[in-house]
């Protein structure tokens, strides 16, 4: 935990910070008095937009995070048999799925309530070490886009798809 850099935000321009990027911050391994830390940091520069990234989704409630306007809580789905951790996102707040990479075709049409329920999606592929290890389809980047689409749900796509999906990418905010 780095403490020293609770204070770099503080009074900067309002901006989206995406916190604990290269971790999990809601990892069994981390101490609820660091996840309180940083809340605590976080609500100090309200002005910024935060982002909370996990594959341990359940954590989210059970720690009880604060249901702030500026705070977006997010899981990683890359596989078919990740598609339930939406359904542990807190309810009540901002929230949003990064489907990164995408590793195999995801049979929305099957998630749908998925799409209805969650506020943002985020799509790219493979990059780093393992970049073209495996390489999305075109449809199955179709395939979430049309969900979304069909929900009116923003959809931001990593320039890790720009060659696949072969034209200007969908970069969304909400």
């Not at 321009?13 to 996840?35: E, T």
């Not at 989210?60 to 359904?87: A, C, K, Q």
Request: hydrophobic residues 40%.
């Amino acid at each position: 935990l780095h403490r020293y850099k609770f204070d770099e935000y503080a009074s900067k321009r309002g901006r989206n910070i995406f916190v604990c990027s290269m971790a999990d911050l809601f990892g069994k391994w981390v101490p609820d008095k660091w996840i309180k830390e940083v809340f605590t940091a976080c609500m100090k520069a309200p002005q910024h937009n935060y982002l909370f990234l996990t594959k341990n989704v359940k954590r989210y409630v059970e720690y009880g995070v604060p249901m702030l306007e500026n705070m977006w809580y997010g899981t990683s789905i890359t596989r078919e048999t990740d598609m339930h951790l939406f359904n542990d996102l807190p309810a009540g707040c901002n929230t949003f799925v990064s489907i990164e990479p995408i590793l195999e075709d995801l049979e929305v049409e099957k998630h749908n309530v998925m799409f209805r329920l969650v506020d943002w999606f985020i799509i790219g592929a493979e990059t780093g070490r393992r970049k073209n290890k495996v390489v999305p389809e075109r449809k199955w980047i179709e395939d979430i886009v049309n969900e979304c689409r069909k929900n009116n749900k923003p959809i931001f796509m990593k320039s890790s798809l720009e060659d696949i999906w072969g034209e200007q990418l969908i970069q969304e905010f909400p």
